[in-house]
């Protein structure tokens, strides 16, 4: 019998701290996970095959039902989400993790894939700490949320791949000292403001907003 090390247990906890990606593709249910996903879970890489049941029986029970939701509203809309919640690993032992993700849509407007980012707070957070904790995991995982949809704004708009509308929003908020949480508002306000269903997509509010922010306070 191999007893196992401290080395090999801090080894270990390290690889579980890393942050871990998955994406699902919605046509076939066929999973990725990284090989940090998979030592999250209690799993060595590629010893298991991922599936959408597995996933959701490796939820804790109370948390279940709502990431099943969770889960589904990602499907249907393809809009950017985070959740923080618990997942029983191989061994049964809980861990309390976050999630962040969005869907990523084909030329028809039609969700075909969601890709995340999972982050095991466990070793980080006691049970009485992650209780105070939540409510500023949940601020982060907001700020994140509002910076990937003014993201997905600016993308439509200007034509150009994630990480170059990144890079906008951040030239934009250096330049004008606005913070890029609440830059992010002003393009996601501006757009919504004049949205409705007989009127098409205007890139130029997105550049207006881009070119001269107002300094409001940020909503949340």
Do not use: C
Request: net charge negative; no cysteine; hydrophobic share 35%.
């Amino acid at each position: 019998m191999t007893s196992t090390t401290p080395t090999e247990t801090r080894h270990s906890r390290a690889d579980r701290t890393r942050p871990g990606r998955y994406q699902v593709d919605l046509d076939t249910e066929t999973w990725w996970w990284s090989d940090e996903t998979y030592r999250i879970h209690g799993f060595e890489p590629g010893e298991v095959v991922p599936t959408t049941e597995m996933v959701l029986a490796h939820k804790h029970p109370d948390d279940r039902d709502t990431e099943r939701h969770v889960l589904d509203d990602a499907r249907r809309t393809g809009e950017p989400f985070s959740t923080v919640h618990r997942i029983l690993d191989v061994h049964s032992e809980a861990h309390v993790v976050s999630v962040v993700g969005e869907g990523r849509r084909d030329e028809r407007g039609t969700t075909v894939s969601i890709a995340s980012f999972v982050h095991d707070l466990t070793d980080s957070v006691s049970r009485f700490a992650a209780e105070q904790a939540d409510a500023s995991i949940r601020a982060a995982a907001s700020s994140r949320r509002d910076i990937e949809q003014a993201k997905i704004l600016v993308r439509l708009a200007l034509e150009v791949d994630d990480d170059e509308a990144f890079s906008v929003l951040r030239r934009s908020s250096n330049h004008s000292n606005v913070p890029l949480r609440t830059l992010s508002q002003h393009v996601v306000r501006e757009v919504d403001s004049s949205a409705s269903p007989d009127r098409p997509f205007e890139a130029s509010r997105v550049l207006a907003v881009l070119k001269a922010p107002p300094a409001a306070t940020p909503v949340g």
